[in-house]
């Protein structure tokens, strides 16, 4: 599940969008481009990008962990990217591969609906955080059908808790969740269903 949900996440990203020129004899950042170079993420790499200011590589070895499904090696890497270098190098890269990480978490709550919901917020509001600050990059293009898949598969989520407690005899948070599909997800299937279900159930 993580393997497919990391390639799901990963699906028409290019990788790091520049590779900056490292001088011969810096010799702490030997074994990290050797790691990169190899696809390895552990914690090794980590530490030792933190050690240096190499903020290319931090971004190459962040791709390379999100790869790998190493959620908190691209948080470590990159969660404060922008205040630990000087003018760094593409931070709405940055930013893009933080937010891909959190959609990756969201992917991988697909059994847990009410996980799901609170990973799901926190990935559309990553992206939404990412549109506002980065409107010209080159990535938003990507960020609306991404928010959008989100926010259907969040609506399924709510459905199914709503069907969940209805079938549990529980027809109060039954309804309210059906009614609060009906107000927050018109727009998505999930919302259109609990509009349809709150139709054909109104109670007297």
């Not at 990159?78 to 933080?98: G, I, N, T, V, W």
Request: negative net charge; charged residues 25%.
């Amino acid at each position: 599940m993580r393997v497919y949900a990391v390639l799901l996440v990963l699906a028409g990203l290019a990788g790091c969008a520049g590779t900056g020129s490292q001088s011969a004899d810096e010799a702490g950042l030997t074994d990290a481009r050797a790691k990169i170079s190899l696809g390895r993420c552990d914690d090794g790499l980590v530490a030792d990008l933190r050690r240096h200011k190499a903020p290319e590589l931090e971004q190459q070895a962040a791709y390379v962990c999100l790869q790998q499904g190493e959620l908190e090696a691209v948080e470590k890497l990159l969660k404060d990217y922008s205040q630990r270098h000087a003018s760094p190098p593409y931070p709405d890269y940055s930013a893009y591969l933080l937010a891909l990480a959190q959609l990756t978490r969201f992917e991988l709550s697909a059994d847990e609906p009410l996980k799901r919901l609170q990973e799901g917020r926190k990935a559309h509001t990553q992206f939404a955080e990412f549109v506002r600050s980065y409107p010209e990059s080159e990535y938003r293009n990507e960020v609306a059908p991404r928010m959008h898949a989100v926010l259907e598969l969040m609506a399924q989520a709510e459905y199914q808790l709503a069907t969940q407690a209805l079938e549990q005899g529980d027809g109060q948070t039954g309804i309210a969740r059906m009614q609060y599909l009906n107000r927050s997800y018109s727009q998505t299937a999930a919302g259109r269903d609990a509009t349809t279900w709150l139709s054909n159930n109104q109670q007297d």
